[in-house]
């Protein structure tokens, strides 16, 4: 297997469109057509991260965050980043990122948070708009299924909870067939007109080339028409954050308890205590304070989160408590999920977890004299 069908894969799952401006996933380091020996996931590519990758004989990493954020200017070894890159293109070590755009589908990173908690009714906190677009296209009548069908397979037509969704109308198309066509009907030279059928349905933007191809395979026109527009629909099943219900309410002390627990950490920084009883839950792994207006706006109980600065817990204004677990902590079951959906595809694949812990946050206890 190539690291060009792992990537495929991931982005099948998780696509590249859907990153953030700022972010730089995908095939960080390596040639796409290498054969793959073994998989690594992991939150972090560090050297300890990359050795451990040798050892296993694992010569493709896949990772949360990406090995290089910002461009790099010189590779000389001077920081943690630069010899990273150095040692992994020095052992012919893949290395492929699927950062925000595994944050930005609700299956991803905060879906496993989820997962996690026990949540249900999930939705999108904060659904991502312009990246919709629509086709219309005009197919004769006894064409239309296998029109149809060949652009539904590539993905069109999913709204939601929804497949397959579209819309048709009879009408009445005409073309004139001029010297060196080959035309599916008609006459060079003449017009023709046919009854057609109109059909349009909205797809996610990143489809639109596999969707243009297929249409154009399973249609019997030489030159078939269509029209492919932009949406500023905001889409259901990609954006930042999740929401989602706990199946038994609890207290906010019990709350705070399960999240230390489920998290592994001995110290939450939080907002102060509403007095409310917590059931409906906010998520965002990682840095999420850009979504506390959201939060609060739909009138959620507890948001999970990391990153938080000292004034954005005033925000809070007692209707929230804001619960910062830990950049790593809310993210730590990223690799889980990565291992998950490779072997869900490559179940005999070597797919392995690492066993590195990458946090460069510690935290020091103070003990209470005995």
Same mark, same amino acid.
């Given at each position: 297997?190539?690291? $060009? ?16 401006? #700022? ?37 493709? &990493?896949?990772?949360? =965050?990406?090995? %290089? ?19 992994? !293109? ?8 699927? =950062? /925000? ?7 991803? !990173? ?20 312009? /990246? ?10 006894? +064409? ?6 060949? !652009? ?6 999913? %709204?939601?909870? #929804? ?8 009408? /009445? ?23 057609? !059928?109109?059909?349009?349905? %909205? ?15 399973? =249609?019997? #026109? ?47 920084? =939080? ?11 906010? &998520? ?15 009138? &959620?109980? $507890? ?6 600065? #000292? ?13 910062? %677990? ?21 179940? /005999? ?13 510690? +935290? ?7």
């Amino acid at each position: 297997m190539t690291i $060009a069908a792992i990537a495929t894969y991931l982005e099948s799952v998780a696509p590249l469109a859907l990153q953030e401006s #700022y972010d730089n996933a995908g095939l960080i380091i390596g040639d796409p057509q290498w054969e793959c020996s073994g998989i690594l996931c992991t939150l972090d590519v560090t050297e300890a991260v990359i050795q451990e990758a040798l050892e296993k004989n694992c010569n493709c &990493i896949i990772a949360h =965050h990406p090995l %290089i954020f910002r461009p790099l200017k010189r590779l000389n070894g001077s920081d943690p980043a630069e010899r990273a890159v150095i040692m992994a !293109v020095r052992n012919n070590i893949a290395v492929y990122a699927a =950062h /925000t755009n595994l944050d930005n589908v609700v299956g991803g !990173v905060n879906g496993k948070i989820a997962d996690k908690l026990g949540l249900v009714n999930r939705s999108v906190m904060e659904p991502k708009t312009s /990246t919709l677009k629509k086709l219309f296209t005009f197919v004769p009548d006894r +064409y239309l299924e296998r029109v149809r069908s060949a !652009v539904f397979a590539v993905g069109g037509g999913h %709204i939601g909870n #929804y497949s397959e969704c579209g819309f048709t109308s009879q009408g /009445t198309g005409s073309f004139l067939p001029e010297a060196g066509a080959k035309p599916f009907t008609g006459v060079i030279g003449q017009r023709r007109e046919e009854q057609e !059928v109109k059909l349009e349905m %909205i797809f996610p933007a990143h489809l639109e080339a596999m969707l243009v191809k297929a249409l154009r395979a399973a =249609h019997p #026109y030489e030159e078939p028409a269509f029209d492919i527009i932009n949406l500023s629909n905001a889409h259901p099943g990609t954006g930042s954050g999740v929401n989602g219900e706990l199946k038994f309410p609890m207290d906010e002390n019990s709350f705070l308890t399960l999240l230390q627990d489920h998290f592994q950490t001995d110290s939450i920084r =939080h907002s102060p205590l509403t007095g409310k009883t917590i059931a409906r839950i906010g &998520i965002c792994g990682g840095a999420g304070s850009f979504l506390i207006t959201n939060a609060l706006r739909n009138k &959620i109980d $507890a948001f999970v989160t990391a990153d938080m600065k #000292y004034h954005e817990f005033f925000e809070a204004d007692g209707r929230l408590l804001i619960c910062d %677990i830990g950049h790593f902590e809310s993210e730590q079951f990223t690799s889980d999920l990565l291992v998950e959906l490779l072997l869900h595809k490559f179940p /005999t694949f070597a797919v392995l977890k690492s066993e590195v812990k990458t946090n460069p946050v510690n +935290y020091f206890l103070r003990r209470k004299p005995s």
